[in-house]
């Protein structure tokens, strides 16, 4: 590599260190009009989620998935114990199951609706099997989530020809909505259009060829400043 080569690398390193520190200048002088892009986000996300956003619902029951008839007590049936979880888990969500519930609690929702709003899970380390459901209504959300677990009790019981699961916990009535979350929205709107701002300056700054200054003439055209005119008028005494 020639020295010419390595002034030029030299140079344009010096020109990529210019732009840098110009665009970080420029987003230092700006700064009012960021945190102002921040704020206005933020408010109009919350704004948006408070009137626009369902608020959600959620109330969950739980059932003993091992009936009177199996017992733990050896590896075998804890083994069984586990495979009997993942089973229930099927029948729960199985289309029998839903539309018991649909039809005992006269829904307006389809199948593929309440699938949508229930969720079924196994607390790690037990034989416990949890019916999640979240809607608008609270009232609603609690009847579907203790209908969601007498139904999947009945048809375990049908299905494995055992006896009915135990109901371990009713579903209460949630005092508070667990969706949309306030401050998630106005987190993500407020830094949203912050950044929209950040690149609208940066874009408008790396367009904007114009010559401004004395810098500006060695740096776009490489010539040296012979002289300068101040662009404010003095006044005459």
């Not at 003993?64 to 009997?84: F, G, H, P, R």
């Not at 034989?127 to 959300?141: H, K, N």
């Not at 810098?215 to 101040?230: E, G, I, R």
């Given at each position: 590599m020639n020295e010419n080569q390595v002034q030029s690398f030299n140079q344009d390193d010096d020109e990529i260190e210019i732009d840098l520190v110009e665009i970080a200048r420029l987003l230092l002088r700006k700064w009012w009009l960021i945190i102002a892009g921040l704020l206005i986000g933020a408010i109009a996300a919350m704004g948006i989620a408070k009137i626009f956003v369902t608020p959600?619902?959620?109330?969950?029951?739980m059932i003993y998935v091992l009936s009177?008839?199996?017992s733990v007590t050896s590896a075998i049936d804890l083994q069984l114990s586990k495979q009997l979880t993942v089973d229930f888990e099927t029948l729960a969500k199985s289309r029998p199951v839903i539309e018991t519930v649909i039809d005992d609690l006269n829904l307006d929702y389809t199948y593929k609706e309440m699938l949508e709003m229930v969720t079924v899970e196994n607390p790690?380390?037990?034989?416990?099997?949890r019916m999640t459901v979240q809607d608008p209504d609270p009232e609603r959300a609690k009847e579907i989530a203790d209908a969601m677990a007498d139904a999947t009790a009945d048809r375990v019981s049908e299905v494995m020809l055992t006896d009915k699961p135990s109901n371990v916990e009713s579903a209460v009535v949630a005092k508070h909505p667990v969706s949309p979350n306030i401050k998630k929205y106005g987190l993500i709107g407020g830094l949203g259009v912050a950044i929209l701002i950040i690149a609208i300056l940066v874009l408008l700054h790396l367009l904007d060829d114009t010559i401004k200054n004395e810098d500006d003439v060695k740096k776009y055209l490489n010539a040296v400043t012979l002289a300068a005119l101040p662009k404010e008028k003095r006044k005459i005494n």
């Amino acid at each position: 590599m020639n020295e010419n080569q390595v002034q030029s690398f030299n140079q344009d390193d010096d020109e990529i260190e210019i732009d840098l520190v110009e665009i970080a200048r420029l987003l230092l002088r700006k700064w009012w009009l960021i945190i102002a892009g921040l704020l206005i986000g933020a408010i109009a996300a919350m704004g948006i989620a408070k009137i626009f956003v369902t608020p959600m619902y959620e109330s969950s029951s739980m059932i003993y998935v091992l009936s009177k008839t199996t017992s733990v007590t050896s590896a075998i049936d804890l083994q069984l114990s586990k495979q009997l979880t993942v089973d229930f888990e099927t029948l729960a969500k199985s289309r029998p199951v839903i539309e018991t519930v649909i039809d005992d609690l006269n829904l307006d929702y389809t199948y593929k609706e309440m699938l949508e709003m229930v969720t079924v899970e196994n607390p790690s380390s037990t034989s416990i099997l949890r019916m999640t459901v979240q809607d608008p209504d609270p009232e609603r959300a609690k009847e579907i989530a203790d209908a969601m677990a007498d139904a999947t009790a009945d048809r375990v019981s049908e299905v494995m020809l055992t006896d009915k699961p135990s109901n371990v916990e009713s579903a209460v009535v949630a005092k508070h909505p667990v969706s949309p979350n306030i401050k998630k929205y106005g987190l993500i709107g407020g830094l949203g259009v912050a950044i929209l701002i950040i690149a609208i300056l940066v874009l408008l700054h790396l367009l904007d060829d114009t010559i401004k200054n004395e810098d500006d003439v060695k740096k776009y055209l490489n010539a040296v400043t012979l002289a300068a005119l101040p662009k404010e008028k003095r006044k005459i005494n």
